[in-house]
């Protein structure tokens, strides 16, 4: 399949876990891509992984922080400079944050985490929905958490951030479709990646492998989910498929935010 033919997908946090795994896959279907991420090593790697399923790729590459508005208008022009469009956008940077009562949870801590998950969305849909709905077209996925529709505890900031991120995605939906332009949010349970492993280490640094073997024993699959699982559900969120779904939040959990 290659639904990604001739389109343009910008993709934030691309240097590593569930932004890594989308960018494989629409390199796989033929995207041209702007990849985001405050790591630079981390986008190298994504580049060179790209580069070996899929040798013909256009990719830029933007070290760039989704916390700081003009970068993300900066990110936004160079691929408008570059490609002429915004076909899709990935907007997935994040962090978890550390781990705390709401009573001992740090004020700076929750402004640094709402700043990067809340306002880093916000930047991002702000500068691309314009672009887009000046093509009359395009599709964003915004990257929510299973923390954006149910409480997990010990991550107010998480919580009030990727809950924040679930309105803008309704908010904006409603605004946009009549533009031609569909807004989703994904809602990932626990996926492994290297901020599930930072997680599990705030829990019990040494010993985390077997803190994660408990923590998926109530999963209804019983398991981690994996990123190219997320990559899959995200390029068809992202495709042409998809262009009738708007507004929704997508769960993709095995099952846990159902289970009572
Ligand atoms: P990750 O840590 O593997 O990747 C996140 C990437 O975002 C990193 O490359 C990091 O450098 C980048 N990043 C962080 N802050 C940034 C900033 N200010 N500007 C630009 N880039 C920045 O984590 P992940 O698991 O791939 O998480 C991706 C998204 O998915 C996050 O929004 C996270 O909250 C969300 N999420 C993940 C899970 C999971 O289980 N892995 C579950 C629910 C939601």
Request: aromatic share 8%; proline share 3%; charged share 20%.
């Amino acid at each position: 399949m290659k639904r990604f033919e001739e389109k343009v997908v910008i993709v934030t946090g691309a240097g590593s876990g569930l932004g890594q795994a989308a960018t494989l896959q629409l390199a796989e279907e033929g995207a041209k891509l702007v990849l985001v991420d405050l790591n630079e090593a981390g986008l190298k790697e994504t580049e060179e992984k790209v580069a070996a399923i899929a040798p013909q790729a256009e990719v830029l590459l933007i070290a760039a922080n989704v916390a700081d508005e003009d970068a993300v208008k900066g990110f936004v022009d160079a691929t408008v400079d570059k490609f002429g469009k915004i076909d899709g956008f990935f907007n997935n940077a994040g962090i978890e944050g550390k781990q705390n009562l709401t009573e001992d949870f740090g004020i700076d801590e929750f402004q640094k985490v709402v700043s990067i998950n809340l306002n880093g969305v916000f930047y991002g849909m702000k500068y691309v929905l314009k672009v887009m709905k000046e093509q009359g077209s395009g599709s964003i996925v915004n990257t929510a958490s299973v923390g954006g529709i149910r409480g997990v505890g010990n991550q107010s900031g998480y919580a009030a951030s990727k809950h924040g991120v679930v309105g803008l995605t309704r908010n904006s939906a409603i605004e946009y479709g009549q533009f031609g332009v569909s807004i989703k949010a994904i809602a990932p349970g626990a996926i492994m990646t290297p901020m599930v492993e930072g997680s599990l280490r705030q829990i019990d640094g040494d010993n985390w492998e077997e803190v994660g073997k408990e923590f998926v024993k109530p999963n209804p699959m019983r398991r981690f989910g994996k990123p190219e699982e997320v990559g899959y559900l995200v390029a068809f969120l992202l495709s042409n498929q998809a262009d009738f779904i708007n507004g929704v939040v997508v769960p993709i959990d095995g099952g846990q935010s159902y289970k009572y």
